[in-house]
T-cell receptor, first 114, second 113 residues
Framework: KNQVEQSPQSLIILEGKNCTLQ??????????LRWYKQDTGRGPVSLTI?????NTKSNGRYTATLDADTKQSSLHITASQLSDSASYIC?????????????FGTGTQLKVEL | DSGVTQTPKHLITATGQRVTLRCSPR?????VYWYQQSLDQGLQFLIQ???????AKGNILERFSAQQFPDLHSELNLSSLELGDSALYFC????????????FGPGTRLLVL
């Protein structure tokens, strides 16, 4: 069964600090891995998309890594801001002749405090 | 603003009823995806349409159906509603159906009483 597991489930950090969120997946076939940020009650917003051959991708203060061999990914947030408080969701895509199926992790709830 | 619009924003209905959720993708996007997000679960992929054709199915119940019209807007029909169908329903769109970014709409919050 295709699964995406994220850790930690929740995290509280002080403003200005860095943090790293983890994602492990067992999805086959693998097409790409995405990280989304979702504010409460709103639609997810894409942060990064990485294919099999990409190890690192950055988007401002967000840096995602991918190890396709161990099927692990991480999202590193530097110099956190209060506006980073949100749920961060790891999503793995399987694109076959039958379309693009996405398997979502349950997310890491991040809270940034003063 | 992602450019994806969903109506209505909120919907309250009773068990056994049927509702229709509407989604307009971003201009130029050919793919539409539907997702369900319950309080106790993460986002669940329901179904994908590409240029009017069904392309992929996820965990979509038989009581649910969807379609994409020639103008590329999409509708998700939910029938014989149960309490457990209460959730946020998101629509997303992308240019094609592969590696590109999906843009999510603001969602429709459905409450079944």
């Amino acid at each position: 069964k295709n699964q995406v597991e994220q850790s930690p489930q929740s995290l509280i950090i002080l403003e200005g600090k860095n943090c790293t969120l983890q994602c492990n997946y067992t999805v086959s076939p693998f097409s790409n891995l995405r990280w989304y940020k979702q504010d409460t009650g709103r639609g997810p917003v894409s942060l990064t998309i990485m294919t099999f051959s990409e190890n690192t991708k950055s988007n401002g203060r967000y840096t995602a890594t991918l190890d396709a061999d161990t099927k692990q990914s991480s999202l590193h947030i530097t110099a956190s801001q209060l506006s980073d408080s949100a749920s961060y969701i790891c999503v793995v895509s399987s694109f076959t002749g039958g379309g693009n199926k996405l398997t979502f992790g349950t997310g890491t709830q991040l809270k940034v405090e003063l | 603003d992602s450019g994806v619009t969903q109506t209505p924003k909120h919907l309250i209905t009773a068990t056994g009823q049927r509702v229709t959720l509407r989604c307009s993708p971003r201009s130029g996007d050919l793919s539409v995806y539907w997702y369900q997000q319950s309080l106790d679960q993460g986002l669940q992929f329901l179904i994908q349409y590409y240029n009017g054709e069904e392309r992929a199915k996820g965990n979509i119940l038989e009581r649910f159906s969807a379609q994409q019209f020639p103008d590329l807007h999409s509708e998700l029909n939910l029938s014989s509603l149960e309490l457990g169908d209460s959730a946020l329903y998101f629509c997303a769109s992308s240019v094609y159906e592969g590696q590109e970014t999906q843009y999510f709409g603001p969602g429709t919050r459905l409450l079944v009483l």
